[in-house]
């Protein structure tokens, strides 16, 4: 007789936890910890899109709304998705619970048993696993440091087979803090369009865009009706726990990723809804400080990096770094692992993140830059324990 486990789906047994929530766990169980870990923003929401909440609540608003979401809400993420020369009519919106379940419903809409995805890797840890789960074949794509991690078309083309059918862009990405300028995206689109291949384009990052202006796929031609691009709250607006996201696509993909999520989830609830609808419309301002606060952030633990003798790319997008750690002979799981327990500092190592992602760890820098500072102090004790730079 089986054991329960073994009655379980393979597949689910088959698929590993989160690398990213193993170290966040591990650190949390000790004192002292300077965490570099999670990519959530350090900045409360705004008190005037809590107050809202609480508006709504005292109103009483607690119902369902539209299994789109409240109308409302889709025509302020339709303005708003305008500034990225973007053009979708809120019918053509749905509102999810986090751009996670977004991802989620586009993986299972497109795909068909068999299907290969593209994700260029260092790749966002969820992507595979919702790959799988949706019976596709996640496939490798890989991206460097010395094209600053940005994809390109001939490293894509090698990995295109009859079977691909589904590429995934995250840019900026997560983790590496790459974008990918208009004329990157191009090149991409052209490749996209010659092999008939959809777009997951997760844009969850847009905002965080330090060097000009954030370009979408989605926008270049040809591209929309191929494209499901998928944003939130999140990041940009520092609505991590409200799980308010969003997905656009073509009315066709749309309406076979509502029915999922009608049956899966009903609707994101109202309270975040109002919130959301509250940032958009008045929340700009606030935004934007914390976006200066990010990019002070990011130009300090750069140059720290490299003043202890860790070369490190520079960021231009997201809330991450992404240091190269082969120089000090250890692999990257090696170095978060010794780095947590010597000096109390908690980093994600880069191969969680794929296989490109080996001898590279994943720093976020949204935290404070007091914690930046001696986050760095601690790094660079630790690895002149090692011998320093070999």
């Not at 119902?63 to 990225?84: Q, V, W």
């Not at 919106?93 to 497109?110: H, K, N």
């Not at 300028?181 to 959809?198: C, G, M, N, R, W």
Request: proline share 6%.
């Amino acid at each position: 007789m089986k054991s329960l486990y073994d009655r379980l789906s393979p597949v689910v047994r088959d698929i590993p936890p989160s690398g990213i929530r193993r170290f966040f766990d591990l650190a949390n169980q000790m004192e002292d910890v300077i965490s570099l870990g999670v990519g959530e923003p350090d900045f409360v929401t705004p008190w005037h899109v809590r107050e809202a909440c609480f508006y709504s609540l005292e109103r009483g608003y607690t119902t369902y709304t539209s299994n789109k979401g409240l109308p409302e809400l889709r025509e302020a993420i339709a303005d708003y998705l305008c500034s990225f020369q973007l053009a979708y009519d809120p019918e053509e919106l749905v509102v999810t619970v986090g751009g996670s379940e977004a991802i989620d419903l586009a993986m299972r809409t497109l795909l068909c048993p068999g299907d290969e995805v593209l994700i260029p890797e260092p790749a966002y840890v969820s992507y595979n696993p919702c790959t799988t789960l949706a019976g596709g074949v996640p496939v490798g794509v890989p991206t460097f440091a010395e094209d600053e991690f940005r994809l390109t078309p001939e490293n894509l083309r090698k990995r295109i087979t009859p079977r691909s059918k589904v590429l995934i862009l995250c840019y900026p990405s997560n983790p590496t803090g790459a974008v990918m300028s208009k004329a990157d995206l191009q090149a991409i689109a052209d490749v996209v369009l010659e092999h008939d291949l959809f777009v997951i384009s997760d844009e969850i990052y847009a905002e965080l865009t330090y060097d000009g202006h954030h370009a979408s796929i989605a926008s270049l031609p040809g591209m929309k009706e191929r494209t499901v691009l998928i944003s939130g709250m999140s990041k940009a607006f520092a609505m991590t726990g409200w799980r308010i996201g969003y997905a656009a696509a073509p009315p066709e993909i749309l309406n076979l990723m509502l029915k999922i999520h009608q049956y899966t989830i009903l609707c994101a609830p109202i309270m975040g809804q109002k919130a959301a609808l509250e940032a958009l419309r008045h929340g700009h301002a606030e935004k934007d400080k914390m976006i200066d606060r990010y990019n002070q952030r990011r130009r300090m633990i750069v140059k720290g990096f490299r003043e202890i003798g860790l070369a490190c790319h520079e960021p231009k997008g997201a809330f991450y770094a992404f240091p190269d750690i082969r120089s000090t002979g250890l692999s990257s799981e090696e170095f978060a692992e010794r780095l947590l327990h010597h000096s109390r500092v908690a980093v994600v190592p880069g191969n969680v993140f794929g296989q490109g992602g080996e001898g590279f760890v994943r720093c976020s820098y949204a935290t404070s830059i007091e914690q930046i500072q001696k986050a760095i102090e601690r790094i660079g004790n630790f690895v002149r324990s090692l011998g320093g730079i070999k």
